[in-house]
């Protein structure tokens, strides 16, 4: 029962990473029609700025983020203005394959610039392990967890209530009914991508805590396409909710079915899910019926 109890909390922390980076995938679709296949490296970037000014300049750490923030809400912006903005009437598959392009682009540059080996975060949060009844929980873990939580009620709070929030989601019904009423389409698009990118960078800094940064870790794009094909990707309570989902499943998978099978099924066990998921319900589980098919 201990183990069980293990691997389903690692599985919570993990789960609710991958729900805030999908909430990238899902305002991107949103506002685009399309998915950004880049959404891998956004993820990787951050970590790596972040990692930079922790080890070389010795920044403190919450003054490295709001840096590493900033400067992936520019990348963000450069994203939109020179990929997508070109391509704002034309067909989604375009954008998708323009974003498969810069993936690859960002990983090359990301591999000349800081190599292939696995950097490590320096201590950031307390060492000491937490126990809850028979569970023990790092402290990395349990940080991460919270500041997660955190940010989903505050991005939450921000598409329903606020100006931009509001915006973003009245483009995303309809760009000509938002554009009648003055709203700047070019705009929102350029928040949408610099907020996905803020994002993804957060995701990233937090998984680079946990297990180190390496170029591998631009396949949580691939893992995180899962939730948000399981939650509709078009919904943002969907993007939390499958990552809540696949994070738990696919650690108890990992950790009870990997050592029977001599690993590698914690990899698939998110696009079985998916696969059977969609078989019932084709749009996700809170996904919009008027999706298109790309």
């Not at 750490?61 to 840096?67: D, G, L, R, T, V």
């Not at 554009?179 to 990233?204: C, E, H, L, N, R």
Request: net charge positive; hydrophobic share 60%; with cysteine.
């Amino acid at each position: 029962m201990t183990f069980f109890l293990q691997m389903l909390s690692n599985g919570i922390v993990v789960g609710s990473i991958y729900g805030l980076v999908a909430l990238g995938f899902v305002l991107i679709y949103r506002a685009s029609g399309a998915l950004n296949l880049a959404n891998g490296e956004f993820v990787l970037f951050g970590p790596y700025i972040c990692l930079v000014l922790l080890t070389s300049y010795k920044v403190p750490f919450y003054i490295a983020i709001i840096i590493t923030l900033i400067v992936s809400a520019i990348l963000g912006l450069i994203v939109e203005r020179l990929v997508v903005r070109p391509l704002q009437h034309a067909p989604a598959i375009s954008v998708i394959m323009a974003t498969l392009g810069l993936a690859n682009l960002l990983a090359g540059a990301i591999h000349m610039i800081w190599g292939h080996g696995t950097k490590i975060f320096p201590p950031v949060f307390p060492q000491t392990p937490v126990q809850f009844g028979g569970v023990i929980v790092t402290p990395v873990y349990l940080w991460s967890f919270v500041i997660v939580i955190v940010l989903l009620i505050v991005f939450t709070i921000f598409f329903k209530y606020s100006k931009i929030g509001l915006a973003m989601r009245a483009v995303a019904d309809d760009q000509g009914a938002a554009q009648s009423v003055g709203m700047s389409v070019k705009f929102v698009y350029a928040v949408t991508w610099s907020i996905a990118a803020m994002v993804a960078a957060i995701g990233g800094v937090l998984l680079g805590n946990i297990s180190g940064v390496s170029p591998v870790m631009a396949t949580i794009g691939l893992t995180v396409l899962p939730v948000v094909i399981l939650g509709g990707l078009d919904s943002v309570a969907g993007a939390i909710i499958g990552g809540f989902l696949i994070g738990i499943v696919q650690n108890i998978a990992g950790g009870y079915l990997d050592p029977l099978v001599g690993g590698g099924l914690k990899e698939v066990v998110p696009f079985i899910i998916v696969l059977l998921i969609l078989m019932v319900k084709p749009h996700g589980l809170f996904g919009s019926k008027g999706i298109e098919r790309v």
